[in-house]
């Protein structure tokens, strides 16, 4: 592991929170489960995930102000609340689940999901209730695993990739949703005394680099079109499932 505070453990940070950063504001989170991974190379995956942590409450600041009036509100009123009871059962089981096998399962199906788009016949969009159910699932699971193992992303894509919605929609409504759960994590955190003083205020320091990568990722939105906006997103949940996927495997194979 990097010395904290040494130049290639800051260099690793800067480049975890620019990624996270061109993640949220360009392509709905898809690939931000990609920056613990990467700053888990110098450190330890929790003081990780933690020092990531203030980057993500000032992301989801901008996010606010940014697509105030880009959001599908139906489809925040449908996950926001299944996302929370999502979270409130991640506190409730944190000391009893492995996150290693959360990733594992997250990340097989995130691949299988992404191989089915490619492979396999175009699905049509569910409405109705069929739908609202799904919403639910994935809006729960969602909460869930991002408290427990910082994975939130794919859930959301898995739902949303296949309504095809405006990428500038896509990108709005995961925007605020993902605000909501970073917000609604502080508390419990802290009551599992996930935090330290002394992490916090370098995670305080990486967050000056936040506003880059939104801005990067804001203007990666702005450019890309549909189609590829898209293929970005199904190649992003698809790296991120096989790192998932590696990470889960982790324990059996050492």
Same mark, same amino acid.
């Given at each position: 592991?990097?010395?904290?505070?040494?130049?290639?453990?800051?260099?690793?940070?800067?480049?975890?929170?620019?990624?996270?950063?061109?993640?949220?504001?360009?392509?709905?989170?898809?690939?931000?489960?990609?920056?613990?991974?990467?700053?888990?190379?110098?450190?330890?995956?929790?003081?990780?995930?933690? $020092? +990531? &942590? *203030?980057?993500? #409450?000032?992301?989801?600041? @901008? %996010?606010?102000?940014? !697509? /105030?009036?880009?959001?599908?509100?139906?489809?925040?009123? $449908? +996950? &926001? *609340?299944?996302? #929370?009871?999502?979270?409130? @059962? %991640?506190?409730?089981? !944190? /000391?009893?689940?492995?996150?290693?096998?959360?990733?594992?399962? +997250?990340?097989?199906?995130?691949?299988?999901?992404?191989?089915?788009?490619?492979?396999?016949?175009?699905?049509?969009?569910?409405?109705?209730?069929?739908?609202? +159910?799904?919403?639910?699932?994935?809006?729960?699971?969602?909460?869930?695993?991002?408290?427990?193992?910082?994975?939130?992303?794919?859930?959301?894509?898995?739902?949303?990739?296949?309504?095809?919605?405006?990428?500038?929609?896509?990108?709005?409504?995961?925007?605020?949703?993902?605000?909501?759960?970073?917000?609604?994590?502080?508390?419990?955190?802290?009551?599992?005394?996930?935090?330290?003083?002394?992490?916090?205020?370098?995670?305080?320091?990486?967050?000056?680099?936040?506003?880059?990568?939104?801005?990067?990722?804001?203007?990666?939105?702005?450019?890309?079109?549909?189609?590829?906006?898209?293929?970005?997103?199904?190649?992003?949940?698809?790296?991120?499932?096989?790192?998932?996927?590696?990470?889960?495997?982790?324990?059996?194979?050492?």
């Amino acid at each position: 592991m990097a010395e904290a505070g040494g130049a290639l453990f800051i260099v690793t940070a800067i480049a975890a929170v620019t990624i996270l950063g061109i993640s949220k504001s360009g392509f709905g989170a898809a690939f931000g489960s990609l920056a613990v991974p990467l700053l888990a190379l110098v450190t330890s995956p929790s003081h990780a995930a933690a $020092l +990531l &942590l *203030p980057s993500l #409450l000032v992301m989801d600041l @901008f %996010g606010l102000v940014v !697509f /105030r009036r880009s959001f599908d509100r139906q489809l925040l009123r $449908l +996950l &926001l *609340p299944a996302a #929370l009871i999502g979270i409130g @059962f %991640g506190f409730a089981t !944190f /000391r009893h689940v492995s996150p290693e096998g959360l990733k594992l399962i +997250l990340g097989t199906v995130s691949v299988l999901f992404v191989l089915q788009r490619w492979l396999g016949p175009e699905s049509s969009v569910d409405s109705g209730d069929h739908d609202t +159910l799904r919403g639910r699932f994935w809006g729960a699971l969602s909460g869930f695993t991002s408290f427990i193992a910082h994975a939130g992303g794919p859930p959301i894509s898995m739902y949303l990739i296949p309504k095809r919605l405006d990428r500038r929609l896509y990108v709005g409504t995961t925007a605020l949703l993902f605000a909501a759960i970073n917000f609604s994590k502080w508390l419990p955190y802290s009551l599992l005394g996930l935090f330290s003083p002394s992490t916090l205020g370098q995670g305080a320091l990486f967050a000056l680099a936040a506003p880059v990568g939104y801005w990067i990722g804001l203007r990666c939105l702005n450019r890309v079109d549909g189609v590829w906006f898209y293929r970005i997103i199904n190649l992003a949940l698809l790296l991120t499932g096989i790192k998932l996927m590696v990470d889960g495997l982790k324990p059996f194979l050492s």
